[in-house]
């Protein structure tokens, strides 16, 4: 039923966590707890690169390893590359079945949520 | 680790004795029941007669009142369709509750096409139907009234003989839906005053494929038109060859379970209680599903707050166990039955059934108690939502972005 890569990830998933509020962390929380999923992703750039990032889901097993490995993906990328990422990247990766595609949605939104909330960070520290 | 299994609401294994018993009618004694001029259709017509006795004596019921069916699902189309047809020019009014299983809600949909109005009464939280509206429900055209005994997710009990009396009262007719009640908690169709009763042999330790209807035959005589029409079988009200080796193993699990059903409710309570405590010592944030009494005795449906279900049962490899969670159906809907309770949907998402039976035992109960925390605990550290719970964020009032 599940896949050999997303019972990896749901066995030992890589960057569980939170990081402390910052203006170098970008923080996306999407989903909602009556769809039976919500993904928080955290990203920390430096010099335009994501240098680390962290996750914390509420989700099924295809849910919990779609933002595993997001978090594996985004890391060593700019945050450019880190939007280019698709959920059919992370769906085929994983091999998801059709009902589980909307979990990979979900990891490429969260991704694209995290960025959106750094860039907003950086403008509004930005010196007047 | 040897798989647990904790699902014997979905279905249970033959008892070894039910099996034994059915060997013979499968190989020896094959003959057709229906066969009455000679010495194989008599031997396979006995086998019939004695657990036809078997099955009626479990609930207080004759043996001519027993309609042999395919299982459960028929017996319960069978009773609504064949009644409502039946009883057409009397009235075209059923009521039925929003947490019936599919088998009911299904035909009372299909009959709402064809004509009939049909009363979807709602359920309080922990599953009953109020009394007093179903009375008011009660119209001159109510032709039927359809309850189950015991529902199948959170194992609440219909209070049957009080429903049964108000049916009488307004001489209307009275079917529950006994798949999950019958062979576990005492049913007497007389003291209860039900007309009509759906059972199945594969949720009592008989053979899948086999279930019967107990239809009145006095005070009142209930009259059925036949879904499936044939050679006549049945007192024409099922027709088909009598699948006599099912047949057999079904009154052999009833013999069984009249002599068995107290003690293993006895057991079946305490081994619940045993779980639901040893869960609940070392978790917070459980919630129960359903009436904490008035439920099987084997029956435990919980909400694990902040882990979602799915990814509890893949955490707790090799127990089997049941969710409503939306995540198990292709559907994406969380169980109609706990929505229907007023459970929010994120609460659904969270729930797990264990259903336990005769052969469960102590140290399953330990080894799913040990393994179900451990995941519950590994999950909630990754869950956003039970860091918001610690951390005193109530996440009903956070506006969530759906999707």
Redesign the interface.
Same mark, same amino acid.
């Given at each position: 039923m599940?896949s050999d890569k997303v019972l990896d990830h749901?066995n030992n998933?890589k960057n569980?966590g939170?990081f402390e509020a910052d203006d170098a962390v970008g923080t996306g929380?999407?989903?909602?707890?009556? $769809? #039976?999923?919500?993904?928080?992703l955290q990203l920390k750039v430096e010099e335009g690169k994501i240098v680390d990032a962290k996750f914390?889901?509420?989700? $099924? #097993?295809s849910?919990?390893a779609s933002s595993s490995l997001a978090t594996e993906w985004v890391k060593g990328k700019t945050v450019d590359q880190a939007l280019a990422i698709t959920n059919s990247d992370i769906a085929e990766e994983l091999s998801l079945p059709p009902?589980k595609i909307?979990c990979s949605?979900?990891a490429e939104?969260a991704i694209k949520a995290a960025i959106a909330d750094y860039k907003s960070r950086q403008s509004t520290s930005e010196p007047s | 680790m040897k798989p647990i299994y904790l699902d014997y609401s979905a279905t249970t294994p033959v008892d070894p004795r039910v099996l034994s018993k059915m060997l013979p009618y499968f190989t020896e004694v094959f003959g057709n029941a229906a066969s009455k001029n000679h010495g194989f259709g008599w031997a396979a017509e006995q086998g019939v007669d004695e657990a036809r006795a078997q099955i009626a004596a479990l609930i207080g019921a004759d043996a001519k009142e027993i309609v042999i069916t395919s299982g459960a699902t028929e017996s319960d189309n069978l009773a609504l369709l064949g009644v409502a047809d039946m009883y057409k020019e009397k009235g075209n009014h059923i009521i039925t509750c929003v947490t019936e299983h599919k088998a009911v809600l299904d035909p009372a949909h299909y009959l709402e096409t064809q004509g009939f109005d049909v009363t979807f009464l709602p359920v309080n939280k922990e599953g009953m139907v109020d009394l007093t509206a179903l009375e008011a429900a009660i119209t001159d055209k109510t032709i039927l009234i359809s309850l189950m005994a015991a529902n199948n997710e959170i194992g609440t009990i219909h209070p049957l003989k009080e429903i049964g009396a108000l049916a009488k009262k307004h001489g209307v007719l009275f079917h529950t839906d006994g798949t999950q009640a019958v062979g576990k908690v005492k049913i007497d169709v007389n003291e209860m005053g039900i007309d009509l009763l759906s059972m199945s042999a594969h949720k009592m330790y008989g053979p899948k494929g086999i279930g019967a209807l107990y239809v009145r035959r006095r005070k009142p005589r209930v009259r059925l038109s036949p879904i499936i029409h044939g050679g006549g079988h049945e007192r024409g009200m099922r027709s088909g060859t009598l699948n006599v080796t099912g047949i057999v193993g079904f009154g052999e699990a009833c013999r069984l379970a009249g002599l068995e059903l107290e003690a293993e409710a006895e057991k079946l309570s305490k081994m619940r209680d045993r779980l639901h405590k040893g869960l609940e010592d070392k978790l917070d944030y459980l919630y129960l599903n359903g009436h904490p009494e008035d439920r099987l005795p084997g029956l435990l449906n919980i909400s694990f707050a902040?882990?979602?279900g799915?990814?509890l049962m893949?955490?707790m490899e090799n127990i089997a166990v049941s969710s409503g969670?939306?995540?198990t159906s292709?559907s994406?809907e969380?169980s109609y039955v706990l929505r229907a309770l007023g459970v929010?949907?994120?609460l659904a998402?969270c729930s797990i059934r264990f259903s336990l039976g005769r052969f469960t035992t102590d140290a399953e109960i330990d080894a799913t108690i040990e393994k179900v925390v451990a995941t519950v605990s590994r999950l909630r550290?990754?869950?956003?939502?039970?860091?918001m719970a610690k951390a005193g964020i109530d996440?009903n009032t956070i506006q969530?972005?759906?999707?």
């Open positions: 599940y749901y998933p569980v939170a929380i999407v989903g909602a707890p009556e $769809c #039976g999923d919500v993904m928080k914390k889901t509420f989700g $099924c #097993g849910a919990i009902v909307h949605v979900l939104d | 902040f882990v979602e799915e990814s893949m955490g969670s939306a995540c292709a994406l969380p929010g949907e994120d998402h550290e990754m869950s956003p939502l039970y860091d996440i969530w972005a759906g999707h």
